[in-house]
């Protein structure tokens, strides 16, 4: 049968094109692990299910929420099988079937849950009827979901992805994405997410076309469906015509073009035209990034996200186990710096094993995250500190500490350093002659504003405009409803940029950018002539900023900024930047 294509449109968050079949997760079989439980253990697996339960409903609450931007015939349909679904998480047949097996069986949850599906499965074909028949469909995908919500730490939901595979999910969080193999993946579209959020960044930094908020994902793609995920445009066709085919195709020859253009520039430096040099350097979310950052010509990696160690596991990693991983990236390295962040989860980055602390946050956006949480369990940042200290002596390393808020923060993290030093020390551990340089992540509104305190007390300084943005304009960074209004060229942002870059300079301390606006060109100038001599971005998109760099002067750039800093409203703001972009010289041809 001929398909009519069809468009689906959401955020682009990560450019490119891909064309491949869906691979909708969740319509699959998972493997269920079975085992018994003792008596005493019977009310914790209630428990357990009961959270997996309440998370659920959750999620489908959400998905509710996303389906009211539909059309008015697509969003009532929707909402009643959605209500449907929710209705079977609570008191339901399947949920008092699930907890009497817990009981009767002493089995853990998800092989109960198993179970209690089957037999529901067995009661409706029974009755040969075809409206449960129908039904039974809905019951299995509640079923699922329960059991994804079980399984979160230890189950890989696309291990039989087809290569080039489109993943198609309801929600893709930063564990998935960790799990992604470009060379298998060619892209993935969700239902919910925003541009800032870490899923986006990380499937930037993997260079996968991704697409979000794509509010009627999962009613209008089916598995094995043919599709073209349009990065740029935030666009899916499903079951594309010849012409649209033709067009993609054509999109993907001039990507694969442009790379070897962009490929061309990696031994050239990040100058000037007035010969003022930028060090420009990567964000890197996962170890198996540090090839590509070598390939795009970084000078050192100017982030490093430690949060893959913790991710997709039910344990929390060891010392040795931290060391070993951070020493053969710095080895990798080959004596250019590494910029590593202590553990920075809480708000939407949940890990495994530290998930449940974070969970009892009514707002974990502002609750127990980061260095506070690293502060409020000494354990967890000092083994942290340990293995980053043992790794130093195999290259140049400077610590990062995120979501600072005060001086006091700083002197007990040094403190903690120092003693953790001592310890190693004292036990003839080899260690880096000096202590690594401690540097704090402006990116608190309060944390700018108190820029020339913090100063006095941190090595470096690196500004995270995602979460400065976001809490500086109270938007929610990973949340689609509201991505329109978030804007990292609000003057308020700028604002505090400038505080903190002026803050920095008076301490005659480094300054860097390592948000995602550093990657992009349309503010390179801006930022350059700000005054930062430091910017940090996704290897993907370094080349882009360099070609950008080597294209400027940095009087006209001081120019622009003065100008910006002048402007009161962000849209004008925008608009002033592109129109600079546009109208700067063009790249020169020779080569230093
Ligand atoms: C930021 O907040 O800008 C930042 C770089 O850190 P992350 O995106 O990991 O929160
Ligand atoms: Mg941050």
Redesign the pocket.
């Known amino acids: 049968m001929k398909r009519e294509p069809r468009i689906l449109s959401g955020i682009g968050v990560a450019p490119g094109i891909a064309i491949g079949p869906a691979f909708v997760i969740g319509t699959f079989g998972i493997s269920v692990p079975e085992y018994s439980i003792t008596a005493g253990q019977v009310a914790d697996e209630i428990t357990r299910f009961n959270h997996a339960a309440a998370q659920s409903r959750k999620q489908i609450k959400q998905l509710q929420n996303r389906a009211e931007a539909l059309p008015a015939g697509a969003a009532e349909e929707i909402s009643i099988l959605l209500e449907a679904h929710h209705a079977m998480l609570s008191g339901s047949r399947l949920v008092r079937g699930v907890e009497a097996l817990i009981k009767s069986s002493r089995i853990n949850a998800e092989a109960a849950i198993e179970r209690q599906i089957t037999e529901i499965g067995a009661n409706f074909a029974s009755m040969g009827d075809s409206y449960l028949a129908a039904r039974m469909a809905d019951v299995r995908e509640v079923g699922q979901r329960l059991l994804r919500n079980l399984l979160q730490q230890h189950y890989h939901p696309f291990a039989g992805a087809p290569a080039g595979s489109i993943l198609i999910s309801d929600e893709i969080t930063p564990a998935d994405t960790a799990l992604m193999d470009p060379k298998k993946i060619a892209g993935f579209a969700a239902v919910l997410g925003g541009p800032e959020g870490?899923a986006a960044?990380m499937a930037r930094a993997l260079g996968l076309p991704a697409v979000l908020g794509v509010a009627a994902l999962l009613q209008g793609v089916n598995p094995k469906d043919p599709i073209i995920i349009d990065g740029y445009r935030g666009e899916i066709i499903v079951y594309p015509n010849a012409v649209q085919l033709r067009a993609a195709r054509q999109m993907l020859q001039k990507q694969t073009a442009e790379r070897g253009k962009l490929r061309a520039l990696k031994r050239l430096s990040a100058t000037t035209r007035d010969q003022v040099t930028i060090d420009l350097h990567v964000?890197l979310e996962l170890p198996r990034e540090l090839d590509d950052a070598l390939d795009a010509g970084a000078q050192g990696v100017g982030?490093l996200?430690t949060e893959f160690m913790f991710m997709n596991r039910a344990d929390l990693p060891g010392e040795d186990e931290q060391y070993a991983a951070l020493r053969q990236m710095i080895e990798g390295l080959n004596g250019k710096i590494m910029t590593v962040r202590t553990l920075?989860v809480g708000g939407e980055k949940l890990a495994g094993a530290l998930a449940q602390l974070g969970a009892g946050s009514a707002n974990p956006a502002l609750g127990l995250r980061a260095i506070r949480l690293g502060l409020k369990m000494p354990e967890l940042l000092e083994t942290q500190l340990a293995a980053i200290l043992r790794a130093a002596a195999y290259g140049p390393v400077r610590i990062l500490i995120?979501m600072v808020s005060s001086v006091v923060q700083m002197q007990q993290v040094r403190h903690i350093m120092q003693q953790v030093a001592k310890r190693l020390q004292r036990k003839g551990v080899k260690l880096p002659p000096k202590l690594p340089p401690l540097g704090a992540?402006i990116?608190i509104p309060g944390a700018a504003l108190a820029a020339d305190a913090l100063a006095q007390v941190s090595d470096f300084f690196a500004i995270?405009?995602?979460?400065?943005t976001q809490y500086t304009l109270a938007i929610d960074r990973g949340d689609e409803q509201v991505a329109e209004l978030y804007n990292p060229m609000h003057p308020a942002v700028l604002r505090l940029m400038q505080f903190t870059i002026v803050a920095a300079l008076r301490a005659r301390i480094p300054v860097s950018a390592?948000?995602?606006l550093a990657g992009d060109t349309n503010y390179t100038a801006l930022l350059v002539g700000l005054g930062l001599r430091e910017l940090s971005m996704s290897p993907a998109r370094l080349p882009r900023v360099k070609q950008k760099i080597r294209s400027l002067e940095l009087a006209s750039a001081i120019g622009l900024a003065e100008h910006v800093m002048t402007e009161s409203d962000e849209t004008q703001i925008i608009k002033l930047l592109k129109d600079a972009s546009n109208a700067a010289p063009s790249a020169r041809r020779h080569t230093h």
């Open positions: 870490h960044i964000n982030l996200r920075d995120p992540m990116e995270g405009s995602n979460d400065l390592c948000g995602e």
